[in-house]
């Protein structure tokens, strides 16, 4: 049984009064493939380091199975680690990286020739057995890494960031591969990332964390359906989510050009009048100028198979639109009108300047209290 | 599941992380020793100075105490006033400063032109010239010394300080150029081809460009070379033979057979401090400058 | 500057880039001599030429300034071989590169270490660099202080053996003097390569020590596998420091061995010492033939030692 448990996981660094990690409590599944993500500085490696041992704890506990891990140094948790930057030392051959840690571990030689032309042919490395990592490409070394890990036959593996210093067609291609040695191998993977598409496509479950706390941690549709909170709804999905005020009043919510059905559920919760709606991009239809939000479109841009109108909202400077979703919470508006984002369909006949009606889908649409930030359940 | 809680927590000395040998037994000796030997190193810094003002009878069988004799005489700076004027080192000091500043500033501005000119200016062998000055390091000052002395007994300069300025330059080249072209290679090109199309004339893309972006270089070259040269006493031993044209370090060494005919131990220990001291000044205020550049030779 | 001639250097510099030389690369080049020229003139004058005629007058005899060089083939280096002083040189010289450099090494590695992770390391580096840079003059006789033997006087040394109850020691009699030499060397020469040590070490990513952690690497491990390997180059330019030192030595030991003004007994000298002695020192007629003999010697020594240093530490450039 190899679980990763967190409980109440707290650490600080030195000099700062607010604590990198905030009181996490996680637990990761036998064989799951768990992906913590969120954006710069929250916290996501630092809850990793914690995992692996690099990092003290200083409030709360970590598990491994049913082993209490929070104070064994790394080498007594049965875990494997893959760097950001590899770690390969440079003046190994790859058999020699790969090989680094069961020769440490004194295995017998045998054992460990035997563990490293397994995982090379697995990574496709079994030609560049003899070179030194200088001479090898990005995606070349990010596979020694991973076999270097892989060797070990580690109860958790702990992935950090391990694709982010790859070109973007590369990172496509290993992603998947990456996701397959994971079901094959089955172990209970952790797995940090700030690419929230590598997040949603990879992960069985996804954690998504800003600034030290734990915001959500559920399946990918869950997170995207059903975001808890702001934060996740605007950092998941891309291109983010169009996030509008409006103001409740008894059962109906009223957005600039739109009105939405509050249920009684969700008017138990709300704390306020004022309404955060967030509505995807794909949950708007494109009509007549004079249906549900007046636009003008600014920028078109097609992608082919889909086409992103950015539209501006006609009102002046005391109707702003759009919150500035990289808050999380609603902010001032700086009074700057901000884009809508609408879907349509590729090549569809939407030009510059026109404008138009939006229509938002209410069955989509997502109801946050603007005090909170919370999404309103219905 | 958002643990929005803002719990006020008193910010405290982060753990460590597990298992690490922070103070583990053999750390802790290590630790030990190299504390030893620092406080040892302090400790001889102490003796010399206190030394400096005692007398011989103090100096040994009072090695720890503080000066008494002189100071009750009314008279601390006793032994330093003889080094000075008995012993002839507060001229020394004088020639020596002189000769070291002149020394150091020269082969900084010959060896600086001809750093840049091997690195930047991508002439054909100058790979091999390069190498050609660097094992000028490597060859022993007592190898020349018999056929520099012979020539210049040839040319009557084998007791004048413009010699020894000469010879000062030339053999600390190898190790200047060495220093400069490593540090000018580092510098970005952008600059210069800037330069160029600004219409620079190569000299003055030198002067105006160059030397000021690798002023770090430069000073560090000439506090080096500045130490060694203030430390230097072979040469000033063969190539100085009158007392009024002795560097400190040449005085220190004729002083020394006096000093112990006469045990006059107080005077040799100021004499020592005399040559000692401003180097410890210059050091501390300079340390950074003199290892950040050594430790920027060793990268190449 | 016109903007024709501009637009042309322009065109040249781009010319020049396509392979051929511009009229910009021209003119650079035209600085070189006059840039290069008044260093490598002193340099050819007083350095490399006097090199040539050492090697040249060491198959001459030649007994003084007063006298002309008499070409003799190989009878200077056979007198050289024939001597015994030369042969306690040479043994003592060997002795403070060999004995010294490894001393220096080990202590300055164990230093580094440790070093590493300790609080105030920039002081106390700065503190243990500090003898290097006092003049070998000084610090000989500095030593010569701390060491003295002498039933009324005693140095600092045998002040602390009575203390604590010991007979005082002769440190600097001849038998004894020349391991002190190689003490005082160890110690005054670590700091520097702590010091050189400590930036290359500092290179050394940190990922990869915690990687090794997570291997579960002992110090040792760590040291032998990480550590090491990857500070090989700047330990063998370290070393050829050294050697390029340790050759010269002189005042350190006529100062600590000798009473001064004369030179210390035979058994103590070094190749830098012979040299001085043989030529300027106060017994006997100069015998310079010899003495460039031992001169070429020293060269040699040098060059071989840097060679095999080299050969050792032979590898291809790490890159990170």
């Known amino acids: 049984m190899a679980t990763v448990t967190l409980k109440g996981a707290t650490r600080f660094y030195a000099g700062q009064h607010t604590p990198a990690v905030d009181a996490l409590d996680l637990e990761v599944a036998d064989g799951e493939f768990l992906v913590l993500v969120g954006p710069s500085g929250c916290g996501k490696s630092t809850t990793l380091r914690m995992v692996a041992g690099l990092e003290g704890v200083d409030e709360g506990g970590i598990a491994i199975g049913d082993r209490d891990v929070t104070d064994l140094p790394p080498k007594d948790r049965d875990i494997a680690m893959v760097f950001q930057n590899y770690a390969l030392y440079p003046h190994m051959t790859v058999r020699e990286n790969i090989g680094f840690h069961l020769r440490i571990r004194r295995e017998p030689k ?26 090898l490409s990005g995606g070349q070394r990010q596979r020694v890494a991973m076999g270097r ?52 496509t990879m992960g069985d479950r996804v954690a998504v964390m800003n600034g030290g706390v734990l915001q959500q941690c559920a399946t990918p549709p869950e997170i995207f359906a059903r975001p808890v909170n702001l934060f996740v709804a605007s950092f998941i999905g891309s291109p983010a ?56 479109i600014e920028v078109v841009e097609e992608l082919g198979s889909d086409q992103y109108i950015y539209c501006s909202t006609v009102g002046g400077a005391d109707d702003p639109i759009a919150v500035d979703p990289s808050l999380g919470m609603p902010a001032a508006d700086t009074g700057l009108p901000r884009p809508l984002t609408v879907r349509t369909q590729g090549m569809a006949p939407y030009a510059r300047g026109q404008r138009v009606g939006l229509r938002p889908d209410s069955a989509s649409a997502h109801l946050f209290d603007a005090n909170t930030g919370l999404r309103l359940e219905d | 599941m958002t643990a929005q809680t803002p719990a006020r927590r008193a910010p405290r000395r982060p753990k460590p992380p597990p298992g690490s040998r922070r103070y583990g037994p053999v750390r802790i000796v290590g630790m030990a020793v190299v504390w030893l030997f620092t406080a040892f190193n302090l400790l001889l810094l102490y003796w010399l100075v206190a030394a400096s003002f005692k007398t011989p009878i103090e100096i040994f069988q009072q090695p720890f105490g503080l000066p ?18 008995e012993a002839g080192f507060g001229h020394a000091f004088v020639v020596t400063v002189l000769l070291v500043g002149a020394a150091a500033v020269s082969v900084v501005a010959v060896g600086a032109p001809a750093a840049y000119a091997l690195s930047r200016l991508g002439v054909r062998g100058h790979g091999p010239l390069t190498s050609f000055f660097a094992i000028g390091m490597g060859v022993p000052f007592q190898t020349v010394i018999i056929p520099l002395f012979v020539a210049f007994s040839k040319i009557d300069l084998t007791n004048s300080l413009f010699g020894l300025y000469l010879l000062y330059v030339a053999l600390s080249l190898p ?25 620079a004339s190569p000299v003055r893309t030198f002067v105006r460009v160059m030397l000021p972006l690798a002023q770090g270089g430069l000073v560090t070259a000439l506090i080096i070379n500045a130490i060694g040269l203030w430390n230097e006493t072979l040469l000033a031993i063969v190539f100085l033979q009158e007392n009024a044209k002795f560097t400190l370090s040449r005085a220190l060494f004729t002083f020394y057979g006096a000093a112990q005919y006469q045990s006059e131990y107080g005077g040799l220990i100021a004499g020592v401090a005399i040559v000692v001291l401003p180097m410890l000044v210059m050091y501390i205020v300079l340390a950074r400058r003199i290892i950040g550049g050594l430790t920027l030779g060793a990268g190449k | 500057m016109t903007s024709a001639t501009l637009r042309r250097e322009r065109e040249e510099t781009r010319t020049a880039r396509a392979g051929s030389i511009g009229a910009h690369q021209r003119r650079r080049r035209r600085i070189f001599w006059p840039f290069v020229g008044p260093a490598l003139l002193l340099y050819v004058l007083f350095l490399a030429f006097p090199t040539v005629s050492a090697v040249v007058l060491s198959f001459t005899h030649w007994a003084g300034a007063g006298g002309t060089p008499v070409f003799n083939g190989l ?59 006092v003049a070998p003059v000084a610090l000989g006789i500095f030593l010569g202080f701390v060491f003295k033997f002498n039933p009324t006087k005693q140095g600092l040394a045998n002040f602390l053996v009575e203390k604590i109850g010991l007979p005082p020691l002769k440190f600097l009699q001849p038998e004894h003097v020349t391991w002190v030499v190689v003490g ?8 520097f390569y702590i010091t050189i040590l400590m930036a290359a070490v500092d290179r050394i990513p940190a990922y990869l020590y915690e990687d090794a952690d997570i291997a579960g690497a002992s110090p040792f491990q760590k040291f032998r596998h990480v550590t090491l390997p990857l500070t090989w180059d700047v330990i063998g330019i370290a070393g050829v420091l050294w050697t390029i030192h340790a050759i010269k030595i002189f005042e350190l030991v006529f100062v600590l061995a000798g009473p001064g003004t004369y030179s210390p007994p035979i058994s103590t000298w070094s190749l830098g010492l012979y040299v001085y002695d043989r030529s300027f020192g106060a017994g006997g007629t100069p015998q310079y033939g010899v003495v460039c003999a031992c001169g070429v010697v020293m060269i040699l020594l040098v060059s071989l030692f840097v060679l095999a240093l080299r050969r050792l530490m032979r590898r291809e450039a790490i890159e990170y």
């Not at chain 1, 590369?170 to 990456?178: E, F, N, P, S």
């Not at chain 1, 040695?181 to 590598?198: G, I, M, P, S, W």
């Open chain 1, 149 to 200: 890990a892989i060797v070990r036959r580690p109860q958790v593996f702990l992935l950090d960031e391990p694709l982010s210093n790859l070109d973007a067609k590369l990172r496509v291609q290993t992603r998947t591969q990456i996701a397959a040695l994971q079901r094959e191998f089955a172990v209970t993977t952790l797995y940090v990332t700030h690419d929230q598409v590598e997040a949603m």
């Open chain 2, 175 to 199: 190790f200047t150029v060495f220093l400069l072209t490593g540090f000018f290679r580092s510098l970005p090109t952008e600059l210069e081809e800037q330069a160029a199309i600004d219409g």
């Open chain 3, 75 to 133: 009878d200077s280096y056979r007198e050289l071989f024939g001597e015994e002083a030369f042969y306690d040189s040479f043994r003592n010289t060997l002795i403070f590169l060999v004995v010294g450099g490894v001393g220096t090494f080990v202590l300055a590695f164990l230093f580094t270490m440790v070093l590493r992770e300790m609080r105030g390391n920039k002081l106390i580096r700065a503190i243990l660099f500090f003898p290097n840079i």
């Open chain 1, 110 to 135: 045998a054992l460990i020739a035997e563990r490293t032309a397994e995982a090379a042919q697995l990574l496709d490395l079994t030609e560049v057995l003899d070179r030194k990592p200088a001479q």
């Open chain 2, 68 to 85: 008494l004799h002189w100071f009750q005489l009314g008279n601390p700076m006793r032994n330093y006033l003889y080094a000075w004027n």
């Open chain 1, 241 to 296: 989510i169009n996030l509008l005020n409006a103001s409740a009043a008894d059962d109906t919510v009223r957005g600039p050009g739109f009105e939405l059905r509050l249920t009684r559920a969700q008017a138990s919760s709300l704390t306020g009048t004022d309404v955060v709606v967030g509505l995807r991009p794909e949950a708007w239809t494109v009509g007549e100028p004079g249906t549900g939000v007046d636009a003008t």
């Open chain 3, 184 to 191: 005082a060397l160890i110690w005054a020469s670590a700091g």
